[in-house]
C-alpha cells in the first residue's frame, strides 16, 4: 500500500489541454492525437486533452493535413498545434481526376 501511495504521488499523470488550429486559425475537428499510451482526437472546436506523465510525443494527424509530432513535458499547462494543408494530397486528387477523364479505360 506504500509503494502504491508513493507511486500514486510522484507519477500522477497531469492533463494537459490542447488546440489545433490551420495556418488562419481555424479550429480543426477529427485531428487524430496519439501517444504511446493514449490515444483521443480533437473536438469541434479543435480541443483535446492529453494525460502527462513526464514527457511525451504527441503524433497529430488528420486527412488532408501534414502530420506533426510534438513533444509535451509534465511542467506543460498547455500546447497550441498549428496543422499546414497537405498540398499533395489535393495535387494527387486532381492529377487523378483529370487522368480518369481523358483515360476512361
Known amino acids: 500500500k506504500l509503494a502504491v501511495?508513493?507511486?500514486s504521488t510522484y507519477y500522477k499523470?497531469?492533463?494537459v489541454?490542447?488546440?489545433v488550429t490551420d495556418e488562419i486559425r481555424k479550429p480543426i475537428a477529427g485531428?487524430?492525437?496519439?501517444?504511446?499510451?493514449?490515444?483521443?482526437?480533437?473536438d469541434h472546436f479543435g480541443r483535446f486533452e492529453v494525460p502527462v506523465v513526464e514527457k511525451v510525443d504527441v503524433n497529430l494527424?488528420?486527412?488532408g493535413y501534414k502530420s506533426q509530432t510534438i513533444t509535451i513535458s509534465h511542467g506543460q499547462t498547455s500546447a497550441s498545434?498549428?496543422?499546414?494543408?497537405?498540398?499533395?494530397t489535393f495535387l494527387f486528387k486532381?492529377?487523378?481526376f483529370f487522368y480518369r477523364l481523358f483515360n476512361p479505360f
Open 5 to 7: 501511495d508513493i507511486l
Open 13 to 15: 499523470p497531469k492533463i
Open 17 to 19: 489541454s490542447g488546440s
Open 31 to 42: 485531428v487524430d492525437i496519439k501517444t504511446s499510451h493514449h490515444q483521443t482526437s480533437t
Open 61 to 63: 494527424s488528420r486527412t
Open 81 to 88: 498545434v498549428k496543422l499546414a494543408k497537405d498540398n499533395e
Open 94 to 96: 486532381l492529377f487523378k
